[in-house]
């Protein structure tokens, strides 16, 4: 359990990296997002790649609970959204035209996998999980839908990654 929890600090110690670099040698002008039909490695890269440490902060202080929530139902359950919001970045990639980057995706994806395995189960635990889920970030939900999402937030980001972690539950539900 104890090298599970190591896990989200170990994937905020590359974001958190990354950006000291930026802004200490790069003055904030490097970073590694998906830019549409260019590099493919940019699919792996942009959660790590932040704007600023204020957007850095953002995601960091949704990602820790979201990712200890999510490895209370186990590492294969993780590892499957993070699969599961990479593989729903494709499309983005292959056919958007604006290039984002950041922890948000992948924040959604755990998000719609905390929402969705609550009813998929409907066991008191993953229903504990998916209520305390809505409690604590619902009120995001609605960055969902383009015209609720902040100016320069990329809510095309936020979507598919939402999407990516409604598969991974379904994919992974009835395993525990």
């Not at 990354?18 to 493919?40: H, M, T, Y």
Request: aromatic residues 18%; contains cysteine; charged residues 10%.
């Amino acid at each position: 359990m104890r090298s599970r929890l190591l896990i989200p600090f170990s994937l905020l110690s590359v974001a958190w990296i990354q950006e000291f670099v930026d802004q200490l040698f790069f003055a904030g002008k490097w970073n590694l997002p998906l830019i549409p039909r260019f590099s493919w490695w940019g699919l792996f890269t942009a959660p790590f790649s932040h704007a600023d440490y204020g957007h850095l902060i953002s995601n960091t202080l949704a990602f820790l609970p979201l990712s200890f929530l999510v490895l209370s139902r186990g590492f294969k359950d993780y590892i499957a959204v993070w699969i599961g919001v990479i593989i729903m970045e494709i499309p983005l990639w292959l056919f958007w035209t604006n290039s984002f980057h950041g922890l948000s995706g992948v924040i959604f994806g755990m998000v719609g996998y905390l929402l969705l395995i609550g009813i998929l189960e409907r066991s008191i635990r993953t229903l504990f999980l998916s209520t305390l889920c809505f409690c604590l970030f619902g009120n995001n939900l609605l960055s969902l839908i383009p015209f609720f999402s902040p100016s320069g937030v990329s809510w095309e980001g936020h979507f598919f990654g939402f999407l990516g972690g409604l598969g991974s539950a379904w994919i992974v539900r009835g395993r525990h």
